[in-house]
């Protein structure tokens, strides 16, 4: 069965921090690996990320994929309050390319 | 670019009656849109594919006839709740995806409240 798990399902830092979130899967014909934030609504689209070892940025986020390894993290450098969210690693495969959801990491960041 | 738009953000309905959330893709044409519903604290779990101008694809589990999903367009999809029970009540999401790409965009969701 096809699984995308991830790693630590909440997290409380203190602004400043750098955190790592970890996805890792196991899933039948992989296409790419997506990176979401929600917050209090629909999630936003972060990452897409479908090579390995190909480092993805966008201000304090990054990310990467690990293929041979099945695992993807996601880094947040010198967090805000505003990240405070959960993040949502999602896995495109199976047969019709369906996005295959992790339950998320709760990140909270404390003033 | 890519904004999926969702109305109505929220709605209450009694018992019995039903209810039908529209998903647009504002700025893009979509071929295929999905349906997901969300149980609070709980990941995303995947209704239905819906391409459009053929029938929806349910998951396991997934009752077809309660969720009725109608993809008239490339810029629009429905999602009729029927004869809607308590236990239907939750956070209901569309996402679109353009043709031969991976990524989904989703619409900022549906809050359904059941009486």
């Given at each position: ?17 750098t ?11 992989f296409?790419?690996?997506l990176?979401y934030?929600?917050e209090?609504?629909?999630?936003t ?8 070892g ?7 986020l ?5 293929k041979?390894e ?6 947040i ?12 690693c ?10 295959i ?11 | 670019?890519?904004?999926v738009s969702?109305?109505?953000s929220?709605v209450?309905?009694?018992?019995g009656?039903s ?6 893709s ?9 349906w997901y ?7 995303l ?6 391409n ?10 997934v ?19 029927t ?21 989904q965009y989703?619409?900022p ?7």
């Open positions: 069965e096809d699984k995308v798990v991830q790693s630590p399902l909440s997290l409380v830092v203190h602004e400043g921090d955190v790592t979130l970890n996805c890792s899967y196991e899933v039948t014909n296409r790419s690996l990176w934030k929600q209090k609504k629909a999630p689209f972060l990452f897409m990320l479908t090579s390995s190909i480092e993805k940025k966008s201000g304090r990054s990310s990467i994929l690990d041979k099945l695992f993807s993290i996601l880094n450098t010198a967090t805000q309050t505003g990240d405070s969210a959960v993040y949502l999602a896995v495109s495969g199976g047969s019709q390319g369906n996005l959801f992790g339950k998320g990491t709760k990140l909270s960041v404390k003033p | 670019g890519a904004v969702q109305h109505p929220w209450i309905c009694k018992s009656t209810v039908k959330i529209e998903c647009r504002l700025d893009f044409q979509a071929t295929t849109m999905f519903r969300q149980f609070p604290k709980q990941s779990m995947l209704m239905a594919t819906s459009e101008g053929s029938k929806a694809t349910y998951e396991q589990g009752e077809k006839d309660k969720f009725l999903i109608n993809h008239a367009s490339l810029t629009l999809s429905t999602l009729t709740v004869s809607a029970h308590p236990e239907d009540s939750s956070f209901y999401i569309c996402s679109a995806r353009l043709a031969g790409r991976y990524e989703f619409g969701g549906t809050r359904l409240t059941v009486t």
